[in-house]
């Protein structure tokens, strides 16, 4: 919870069991997102500790201490950029995305299902994580009626049981008439 007591003052009640109470000093108006001139963070019966000239981030606000003198480190890697489309695989603040896989080698729901999750596998593999790690999961069938209970089986025998993501399975119409299914996940780095 942020109060302010004064334009310059904002008293914090910090997330976690001891609920202590953080007071930042800002030498200006400022707020989350803001470049801020020096800060001086007082605790009660702890030491005193200032950072200049950084951004206000929500990660300051939280319980541990150490973000307060630190900035967020924010990087993006991009992996697979041969098309002039898209990504495969871009990594940002831990967080692994995938394009959408499809596969058009078979004529068949289950096949092609086995090889997108392959294909899955391999970028995650790549990336340096795996399906363990998934957190979401989107899944576009061509026709919902035909083809979901035939993704789902090989999706079952594929998901990591003790790691499901969540998931949602909708009908579309595909960008090439032999493709049935197109997968796409989101997955946390190792």
Known sequence: KITASTPHEIMIRTISSQRSRLTILFSSEVGIGHRIKPITTRLPSRNVATISHQYISQSQFFPTLKNINSRTNMTTTRMGTDDPRMSKIVIHNGVVYISGQTDATTTDIQGQTQNVLAK???????????????????????????????????????????????????????????????????????
């Open 120 to 190: 899955v596998d391999d970028l995650l593999s790549e990336a340096g994580t795996s399906k363990s790690n998934i957190l979401t999961a989107s899944i576009w069938v061509k026709d919902i009626n035909r083809d979901f209970k035939g993704m789902n089986e090989v999706w079952n025998k594929w998901v990591d049981p003790e790691n499901k993501p969540v998931r949602f399975c909708v009908e579309a119409n595909m960008a090439r008439e032999q493709l049935l299914v197109e997968v796409q996940v989101t997955c946390a780095a190792k």
